[in-house]
């Protein structure tokens, strides 16, 4: 009864993050040793001063339909973190509060785009973004980089991509799945080029951005010419290690939250109660409490760049954000190895998980094909392991 599905749903991919993470699941079932590197989350749990406050909000009976857009307190604790941390002023008007920062994102997509508009995704972008833009009935154009300039697009390229028809650019910054951070000054030479189009809209996801080693990442929005036109986007997942807990957010011009809010009545109308009153709590809360995640993953990433330096074909770039590694590997196209030929990258992911029992995701995924990505948000004994399978697989 396929056929009777509508061309919304035919037309939209499966996650690969999601589809690599249970065929490693499905492995793990048969009874093989599989590590899996595929999917983005931290493997530590969420802070206890945090779980303390959704026990409170438990026995004070937050047990009630919640307001669309938020809690007011909440977004009252958002606009003092956007001040704090990214020297944006938002009002409560301007927050929605959503279901993780993945709805946050499609609402918005929702709300501004039309059939036949063209979002612009620097590439390599996260999963679901193009297909965010393909379920509005948009056309996603990407616009390449490569690992020799850091994974970062120039405005030179940006300029050759717009069209009459281009509508949004996304950025995401620290990136998934590269790990790339822009400073003020890449990002503002950018903003030079949008400038000139009035009617492009920028939604700049910085979900990462308390995860990253040293170099600080800059909201696209404090760029006073871009505020009006920029919508940022956040969450908890991340760096509260609270991916199921489901908050993400957005500050935007008010019409846009207003659209927004309009959007998630009919859809899933407000967020969990009880995550919500936790949230008060994180996003309250001083970066710092959560710095030992943040050394931890920096910990990992260096024993990880290390391991793989030592393997021919292996071409790495140091990230300063996120927890993912993402080498090109397109040294190996064109060999056969335990009698596999290898063709692109989703071949050669698909050999590490056969052959190495190594999860991770084709960088065909994400608009990039000469790369893999690969999570380090896992043990260091996992890590050391998962590359040790490795190189004995591809040496």
């Known amino acids: 009864m396929s056929e009777a599905l509508s061309n919304r749903i035919k037309s939209l991919p499966v996650s690969q993050t999601l589809a690599m993470a249970a065929k490693a699941r499905e492995l793990k079932n048969q009874g093989k040793d599989i590590i899996s590197l595929s999917l983005g989350e931290p493997d530590f749990n969420t802070p206890d001063f945090i779980k303390d406050s959704a026990v409170e909000a438990i026995n004070q009976n937050f047990n009630s339909y919640t307001p669309v857009d938020g809690y007011v307190e909440l977004k009252e604790a958002i606009c003092t973190k956007f001040k704090r941390d990214n020297n944006l002023t938002y009002t409560p008007s301007q927050i929605v509060v959503s279901t993780g920062a993945k709805q946050s994102i499609a609402n918005v997509a929702q709300v501004l785009l039309n059939p036949g508009d063209e979002v612009l995704l620097p590439a390599p972008y996260w999963v679901s973004y193009s297909a965010i833009a393909t379920l509005c009935e948009a056309k996603f154009v990407e616009i390449p980089s490569s690992i020799d300039n850091d994974f970062k697009i120039t405005p030179a390229q940006l300029e050759e991509s717009i069209t009459p028809k281009t509508k949004m650019i ?64 956040n969450g908890l997942a991340k760096a509260f290690a609270m991916t199921g807990w489901r908050i993400g957010f957005i500050g935007a011009p008010e019409w846009i939250a207003k659209a927004c809010t309009k959007m998630q009545g009919q859809i899933t109308s407000g967020t969990n109660c009880i995550a919500q009153r936790a949230a008060i709590t994180a996003v309250s809360a001083d970066p710092s409490k ?104 591809v040496s």
């Open 290 to 393: 959560v710095q030992y995640m943040v050394d931890e993953f920096r910990s990992r990433r260096d024993i990880v760049l290390d391991l793989l330096g030592k393997i021919d074909g292996f071409k790495l770039n140091v990230p300063n954000g996120a927890f993912y590694i993402f080498p090109d590997i397109s040294a190996f196209f064109g060999k056969t190895i335990r009698n596999k030929e290898i063709k692109n990258a989703s071949d050669f992911s698909m050999l590490l998980l056969e052959e190495a029992n190594v999860a991770t995701v084709t960088g065909d995924a994400f608009g990039a094909p000469n790369c893999i990505r690969m999570s380090y948000a896992a043990s260091e004994l996992q890590l050391r392991e998962a590359v040790k399978r490795i190189k004995e697989v």
């Open 170 to 233: 996304f950025f995401n910054s620290p990136n998934n799945p590269s790990g790339t951070i822009y400073t003020e000054e890449e990002y503002r030479a950018l903003a030079k080029v949008l400038e000139k189009y009035p009617d492009i809209y920028i939604l700049s996801d910085e979900i990462y951005e308390h995860i990253n080693y040293g170099a600080k990442p800059f909201s696209f929005a404090a760029i006073e010419s871009m505020f009006d036109r920029t919508i940022t986007v």
